[in-house]
């Protein structure tokens, strides 16, 4: 069965993406399927604060991929330019084992569906909140959507 939780501001997804980053492993591989504005990338700014890294996480807007060094590497592609561009032919290589990798417009490479450890699907319940649901994830991560005031 698939959990969600309702966040009601910014500050309340990122917390969510601290807890997630608590218990992501190197080799975890996130996709975040939802629309424009749904709150992907403040979800990942929280995941990397988790794993230390508190600055330069945005929107890669003219690339596809950004790197940042924390506890645990995070490779961070934002998909969303891909416009049906092959996965192959990005030129990007696949998923690193000993990295926590995160893909936002996951949905626009299907063949990330394949590699995804954890899907995550965010929609826009109203002007500041957001639903994120589990559709796919180990119990460690499922814990976290079960129990989020904890
Ligand atoms: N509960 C909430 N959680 C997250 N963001 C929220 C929430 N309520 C309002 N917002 C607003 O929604 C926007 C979310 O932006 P964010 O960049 O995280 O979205 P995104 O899904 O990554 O979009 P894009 O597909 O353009 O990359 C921000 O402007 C933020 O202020
Ligand atoms: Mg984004």
């Known amino acids: 069965m698939n959990t969600f939780v309702d966040t009601t501001s910014v ?36 995941i ?3 794993l230390g890294v508190t600055t330069g ?6 690339v596809l991929h950004h ?3 924390g506890r645990v590497p995070i490779e961070h592609y934002d998909l969303y330019r891909l416009d049906g ?3 192959v032919d990005t030129g990007l290589d696949e ?6 990798t995160v893909i936002e417009w996951a949905e626009r490479a299907g063949v990330l569906n ?8 965010l929609t826009s319940k109203a002007e ?11 119990d460690r991560i499922r814990a976290v959507f079960r129990a989020p005031g904890d």
């Open 95 to 100: 998923p690193a084992p000993d990295a926590v």
């Open 114 to 121: 394949d590699w995804a450890t954890i899907r995550i699907g």
């Open 48 to 50: 990397a604060e988790a």
């Open 11 to 46: 500050a309340e997804t990122r917390e969510l993406g601290r807890r997630l980053g608590q218990v992501l492993e190197p080799g975890d591989i996130i996709a975040l399927e939802g629309d424009l504005g749904t709150g992907k990338t403040e979800l990942v700014k929280g």
């Open 128 to 138: 500041t909140r957001r639903r994120l649901t589990l559709l796919h994830g180990p």
């Open 67 to 69: 790197h940042y060094q």
């Open 85 to 87: 561009m092959a996965w």
């Open 57 to 62: 996480v945005h929107s890669p807007t003219f």
